[in-house]
């Protein structure tokens, strides 16, 4: 992940998408080139380790956060409350 500039509103950013449970990994990768995997390494380096350790136990149990997982009813990345709070490109496609 090293080899990959990203900003410090970037990092902001993909921490929020990866708190938000129906923000799945895939969109994270489409709108930063992050995998699933450097995710993971982000939020290690960038949170606290019990933080860290919460969302690791949060994400685990979360169907939504894989595409493939998740039901097929769920059409969005985002809830439908975030278009008003967020900047989000996905959003906007």
Sequence with gaps: ???K???TASIDRII???WEDRTPFEAIFHQFGLTEREVIQLMR???LEKSFIRWRK???SRKT???ALRNKDVLRFKCSRQKTISSNKISKR
Excluded: F
Aim: no cysteine.
């Design 45 to 47: 380096r960038e949170l």
């Design 16 to 18: 929020e998408m990866a």
């Design 5 to 7: 500039e990203i900003t």
């Design 65 to 67: 956060k894989h595409i």
């Design 1 to 3: 992940m090293e080899s």
């Design 58 to 60: 949060r994400v685990q």
